[in-house]
T-cell receptor
Framework: DTEVTQTPKHLVMGMTNKKSLKCEQHMGHRAMYWYKQKAKKPPELMFVYSYEKLSINESVPSRFSPECPNSSLLNLHLHALQPEDSALYLCASSQGTSGVVLDTQYFGPGTRLTVL | SQKIEQNSEALNIQEGKTATLTCNYT??????LQWYRQDPGRGPVFLLL?????KEKRKERLKVTFDTTLKQSLFHITASQPADSATYLC??????????FGKGTTLSVSS
């Protein structure tokens, strides 16, 4: 199984809502990532988990809260988002055993988030 | 700060020709470069990785070169097909963190 799955595919939420994005992989990878991608822009790294511990937080606002319950799952909890947070949110995973910077990344299909 | 640039936002070529995409980097010497393909509304898909001590890497119709003197990587698709139309992203490792991506080049192959 070389797939990273993400749910939901699409999400529309108001600025006062609380929602969560989910990501799952069964490749035995030990590093997992959240990226944000706006239209016609490259993916921007948000968070990196290595062996279920948060190793990188790229100065992301606290209204985004990541969680790694186990080595296969990664969540992104959303609260009090702004319309400018509307974007494609991508999850990725990599082997993570030789340092995350050396890894090829496997991406999920993304969640298209719209904040009204 | 480290910068990675893909010098064409868009590239249009005819089917059967070779597409050449360019990735330049400054203020850094990456140990390797990666190339990904992204289709609209989908996540990027890994294509090729080339290390600094490798001049060239091939996979089927794809070829990547890495010139550390010019600080440049070239990505070639030979005998291009309409199905190759997509956005191609180059990426490299940044010290202390994970990959950073260039803005991408959108390739359109017309039949």
């Amino acid at each position: 199984d070389t797939e990273v799955t993400q749910t939901p595919k699409h999400l529309v939420m108001g600025m006062t809502n609380k929602k969560s994005l989910k990501c799952e992989q069964h490749m035995g990878h030990r590093a997992m990532y959240w990226y944000k991608q706006k239209a016609k822009k490259p993916p921007e790294l948000m968070f990196v988990y290595s062996y279920e511990k948060l190793s990188i937080n790229e100065s992301v606002p606290s209204r985004f809260s990541p969680e790694c319950p186990n080595s296969s799952l990664l969540n992104l909890h959303l609260h009090a988002l702004q319309p400018e947070d509307s974007a494609l949110y991508l999850c990725a995973s990599s082997q993570g055993t030789s340092g995350v910077v050396l890894d090829t990344q496997y991406f999920g299909p993304g969640t298209r988030l719209t904040v009204l | 700060s480290q910068k990675i640039e893909q010098n064409s936002e868009a590239l249009n070529i005819q089917e059967g020709k070779t597409a050449t995409l360019t990735c330049n980097y400054t203020n850094y010497s990456p140990a390797y470069l990666q190339w990904y393909r992204q289709d609209p509304g989908r996540g990027p898909v890994f294509l090729l990785l080339i290390r600094e001590n490798e001049k060239e890497k091939r996979k089927e119709r794809l070829k990547v070169t890495f010139d550390t003197t010019l600080k440049q990587s070239l990505f070639h698709i030979t005998a291009s097909q309409p199905a190759d139309s997509a956005t191609y992203l180059c990426a490299f490792n940044q010290a202390g963190t994970a990959l950073i991506f260039g803005k991408g080049t959108t390739l359109s192959v017309s039949s």
